[in-house]
């Protein structure tokens, strides 16, 4: 049977996530031994940074060699209703299909049959409908999945890229987007980057700090080696 690996640590640094550590010491979020403990905490995650950090985890998920694209959906009560990443259809093999961008003809190419991670969050939906949601991806939409978006009746994208912007295929998604009346809009997180550290987090300790320093000294921090400005190119 298939053994799953499981990352020790996930870093998620504004745009992507990473599950091998460096060693750049570096940390968002206020360590412990500094917080006070009688108030609650101000470095939570904010909606909008729990939103597209969800559609991040969703891409690690993604077997594509190349892009790994997350979405997720939510709806007005911030309730998500929907997530995806991009990945070959259900019951066709990804080990049989293509994951080539390049091919004798298109057919040996992957872009014949992945379904793209908003398709899939529309149709991955826990409600009745998407109607007036906002979805969160890691790319503006292409065109296929703009139609998808627009015909689902979500209302509001947030992308964290737009690096297709002189595509023809985000440029039309961008016109059908004016059309119909859908927003888009750059997320701006403010935290520069989210870590899950499974090695650090200690459920014993009453205080714990996720993806900080535990008491023995062990780092989970310094995974990010990117910024958000060299994700955004
Ligand atoms: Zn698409």
Same mark, same amino acid.
């Given at each position: 049977?298939?053994?799953? *690996?499981?990352?020790?640590?996930?870093?998620?640094?504004?745009?992507?996530?990473?599950?091998?550590? *460096?060693?750049?010491?570096?940390?968002?979020?206020?360590? &412990?031994?500094?917080?006070?403990?009688?108030?609650?905490?101000?470095?939570?995650?904010?909606?909008?940074?729990?939103? +597209?950090?969800?559609?991040?985890?969703?891409? =690690?998920?993604?077997?594509?060699?190349?892009?790994?694209?997350?979405?997720?959906?939510?709806?007005?009560?911030?309730?998500?209703?929907?997530?995806?990443?991009?990945? +070959?259809?259900?019951?066709?093999?990804?080990?049989?299909?293509?994951?080539?961008?390049?091919?004798?003809?298109?057919?040996?190419?992957?872009? =014949?049959?992945?379904? &793209?991670?908003? +398709?899939?969050?529309?149709?991955?939906?826990?409600?009745?409908?998407?109607?007036?949601?906002?979805?969160?991806?890691?790319?503006?939409?292409?065109?296929?999945?703009?139609?998808?978006?627009?015909?689902?009746?979500?209302? &509001?994208?947030?992308?964290?890229?737009?690096? &297709?912007?002189?595509?023809?295929?985000?440029?039309?998604?961008?016109? =059908?987007?004016?059309?119909?009346?859908?927003?888009?809009?750059?997320?701006?997180?403010?935290?520069?980057?989210?870590?899950?550290?499974?090695?650090?987090?200690?459920?014993?300790?009453?205080?714990?700090?996720?993806?900080?320093?535990?008491?023995?000294?062990?780092?989970?921090?310094?995974?990010?080696?990117?910024?958000?400005?060299?994700?955004?190119?």
């Amino acid at each position: 049977m298939k053994q799953d *690996t499981i990352p020790k640590a996930v870093c998620f640094n504004g745009s992507k996530f990473l599950s091998e550590p *460096t060693n750049q010491p570096e940390t968002s979020l206020a360590p &412990h031994n500094t917080r006070d403990l009688t108030k609650k905490r101000e470095d939570y995650l904010e909606w909008s940074e729990y939103f +597209m950090g969800l559609a991040f985890l969703s891409a =690690m998920r993604s077997k594509d060699p190349v892009s790994q694209v997350g979405a997720c959906i939510v709806n007005c009560d911030n309730k998500v209703v929907g997530v995806g990443y991009n990945g +070959m259809p259900l019951g066709c093999s990804d080990d049989v299909l293509p994951w080539n961008k390049y091919g004798q003809n298109r057919l040996e190419t992957k872009y =014949m049959y992945v379904c &793209h991670a908003e +398709m899939n969050a529309v149709l991955n939906k826990i409600s009745s409908d998407v109607k007036g949601c906002t979805i969160y991806v890691a790319l503006f939409p292409c065109n296929e999945c703009a139609k998808i978006i627009i015909q689902a009746g979500i209302k &509001h994208v947030i992308y964290m890229s737009d690096k &297709h912007a002189s595509k023809d295929e985000t440029k039309a998604a961008k016109i =059908m987007f004016d059309l119909a009346g859908v927003e888009y809009r750059k997320f701006v997180p403010r935290q520069k980057k989210i870590i899950i550290d499974f090695e650090a987090i200690d459920w014993n300790y009453p205080n714990q700090d996720l993806g900080q320093k535990t008491d023995e000294g062990r780092s989970a921090d310094g995974l990010e080696n990117l910024t958000l400005e060299d994700c955004a190119k």
